[in-house]
C-alpha cells in the first residue's frame, strides 16, 4: 500500500509562500529607501559645510571681521536644522520612531518659539 500524504493546499502554499516574497523584497526597498534619506542628509551636510566652511563654520581662520548678530543666528538655526534632519532620518532608520516623535515636538516648539523670530534680531 502506498504511502499517504496528509492533504496540503497547493494553492494556500504558493500564496504564503508568495506573500513571504513581497514581504521580503518590501522589507529591503524600505530599508533602502530609509538609506537614501539617511545619505541625502549626511550630503546636504557635507555640502553645507564646504559651501559655507569658510565663510561661516572657519571665519575666524580666513579673516578678522566678525559677522553681524543676526547673519551668526542665521548660521546656527540653519545648522541645527540640517543636523536635526540627519537625526530624523537616522531616528526612522533605526525603527525609533517614539524618540522622532519626542524630538519633533521639541523641534517644533523651537521653531515656533517667537524668541527666534529673524525680524526681532536683524538691526
Known amino acids: ?3 499517504s500524504f496528509p492533504d496540503v493546499d497547493v494553492a494556500a502554499s504558493v ?12 522589507t529591503r526597498r524600505d530599508r533602502r529607501r530609509k538609506r537614501f ?3 541625502v542628509a549626511f550630503a546636504m551636510l557635507v555640502v553645507i559645510a564646504l559651501g559655507f566652511g ?3 563654520y572657519l571665519r575666524p581662520i580666513f579673516t578678522d571681521r566678525p559677522l553681524p548678530a543676526y547673519l551668526i543666528l542665521h548660521g546656527a538655526v540653519m545648522t541645527a536644522w540640517y543636523l536635526l ?3 530624523q532620518a537616522l531616528r526612522v532608520q533605526r525603527h ?4 522622532l516623535r519626542k ?15 529673524p525680524g526681532e534680531v536683524a538691526p
Do not use: K
Request: overall charge neutral.
Open 54 to 56: 569658510r565663510s561661516f
Open 37 to 39: 534619506f539617511v545619505y
Open 1 to 3: 500500500m502506498p504511502a
Open 103 to 117: 524630538l519633533g515636538g521639541l523641534c517644533s516648539h523651537w521653531t515656533l518659539h517667537p524668541s527666534l523670530d
Open 15 to 26: 500564496d504564503v509562500a508568495r506573500r513571504d516574497v513581497q514581504a521580503g523584497l518590501a
Open 96 to 99: 525609533r520612531v517614539d524618540l
Open 85 to 87: 534632519f540627519l537625526a
